[in-house]
């Protein structure tokens, strides 16, 4: 048989059917649930009088509307609170395998609860609607987002209607310098392709530098990938892999481990597949990244300047930057280190675990935030993780440091609850996305790992972490 | 689904690549649990000169005149002319939905992201990909021309420019079928409900895990 990459493998164990023209119906195993993207799902089901195929394949919880204080007085904004008690409701009349509602001591992002439940599992399809499912692709599942009428289609009968997408090896060796973390890694590779340098493709990670990375960074790459356009990211499975699967509640237990241990230690690309593109990168090149502009691809090291659009021949591209510039508030060649910041946000489905957390203090610890930072807040991405800081006692780092400690949830990553920049507003972020008004109407977003936001808020502007590790 | 077969439609051209779903649908509005009425907060931040939040009375609200929908030759329009990756970012369907709660049938693009593409399909929005040397060449002509229409015949998978011209389009059989015949992909999938279920058994036998 022909060598086969780990996407040819996950594609091809899901296949219900194929049709002439290469639509394939493929099975999901998982269909995870948040309160944004569902409702209508819900909705257009009852309508049309079906029931859900399978609804023990359903996890859902609620993150994106959920506020990250004052949980004692619920949710306050009326239109927030109704679009939870929607998903309240259609999980109380449809059922579910889990549900993790507004308040409940395991409740957190989708993308951090799935994993840390063992309801994310080697070898499965996983679906969400949202776009950074990707992330879950890190336990070498073929995890992508999905629209809403696509979680109705999953819900109604299992499966999804797709073409196979091409494949692309993003290969990165060698060893990743101190300072520089997974989130460097994958903005690099962004800046490398583009934001629409994966688009039609599924990427694999793979080289030293992803094997010697956690899983909590595998995630934090893998999440990313949407931002460089593929709808999938995903990592082989190995020792990594399976001991952060081991024990965890929805993990598979006595016989079953065994077997499913033996299927996962298979989920990689064979020697010798071939992938549609690769693209190589040395990891002891990469620098901690920041963005500077308004997509993803608009990014380059801390050591580096902000671009001049002078020196770009392209006139769309030229506009382009000029614009993102205006936005930004940032005149070209201005280094990056003189670029001072009145937010810091850590959190979000790409950097808000335990490890993030953890990265983040040790920067933080005996310092303090500078004078001129509004607001430094702390989101973890679960209950559970925030439970584990504070056993850590890390919540204390924060605190000590000026930082607020809040409730879990998706928080100021996009904004729909009440953490959110003002206009004209400058934010690191250890958040996924830079656009326009993405984090506040008006607010300028920098993408950086969760040192690297650390030592912007004990700065007051962007600082090398390497330089005061 | 409505059907989709041959559209004559005023064009409007928006002269920005990587436009994003943040910006086609802020997402203040997703709070909403219905699938209409995102039409008046479509590209929100760039269409008003206030901040928009969902319940305001948009009709009083400033308009920014510099914005291409605001201008009064693109009223009307049901093709939006677009630049490359058009539609990246969040998975929301209520990008789809504002576009198409708007008036717009069609849009004409380089390029998509896969998402929001997808998307598009299952809501009577047809993502035509045309290449970037004809896109440049219609901006041009929508730009220069009040009044400025295509005709976009999918059956045929072809634009139709002013004067006759033709440029054929690439788009899935499946997909075509579709939206051609505005069918409801649930009850076609269910029509192969024996096989899902053949196939389930298979997978519990061979991953018994998963289904505990």
Redesign the interface.
Known sequence: MQPQTLYDKLWS??V??E???G?A?L?I?RHLVHE??S??AF?GLKL?G?RP??I?SVVATAD??TPTRDWDQGIR?P??R??VE?LDANIREYGAKAYFPFLDARQGIVHVIGPEQGAT?P??TVVC???H?STHGAFAALAF??????V??VL????L?M?K?KSMLVRVDGALRAGVTAKDVVLAVIGRIG??GG??CAIEFAGSVIRGLSMEGRMTLCNMAIEA???AGMVAADDTTIEYVRGRNFA??GD??D??VA?WRTLKSDEGAIFDKTVVLNGGDIAPQVTWGT?PEMVGSVEGNVPDPARIEDP?KRA?LE?ALHYMGLQPNTPITEIRIDKVFIGSCTNSRIEDLRAAATVVRGRQVAAGVKLAMVVPGSGLVKRQAESEGLDRVFRDAGFEWREPGCSMC???NDDRLE?GERCASTSN?N????QG?GGRTHLVSPAMAAAAAIAGRFVDVRKIL | MEKFTVLDGLVAPLDRPNVDTDAIIPKQFLKSIKRSGFGPNLFDEWRYLDHGEPGMDNSKRPLNPNFVLNQPRYRGAQILLARENFGCGSSREHAPWALTDFGFRAIVAPSYADIFFNNSFKNGLLPVIMPAAVVDRLFLEAEAMPGFRLTIDLPRQVVVIPGGQEFRFEVDAFRKHNMVEGLDEIGLTLKQSDTIRAFEERHRAAQPWLFV
């Open positions: 164990s899901h219900v059917s049709d002439a023209d639509t119906l099975y195993d944004v993207t409702p209508q909705e049309a079906r195929w399978r023990d994106h509307n904004d239109i927030s109704t679009q929607t599992l070898g499965m609607g949202d776009s499912t987002g999905i629209g809403t009428s696509e109705e289609h109604a009968t299992q499966t209607n073409k997408a934001t629409a688009t039609g356009g593929a709808r598979p237990k079953h481990w077997r499913a299927y997509s769309v382009s614009r996009l904004a729909m206009p996305r656009f326009e008004g993405r109407a």
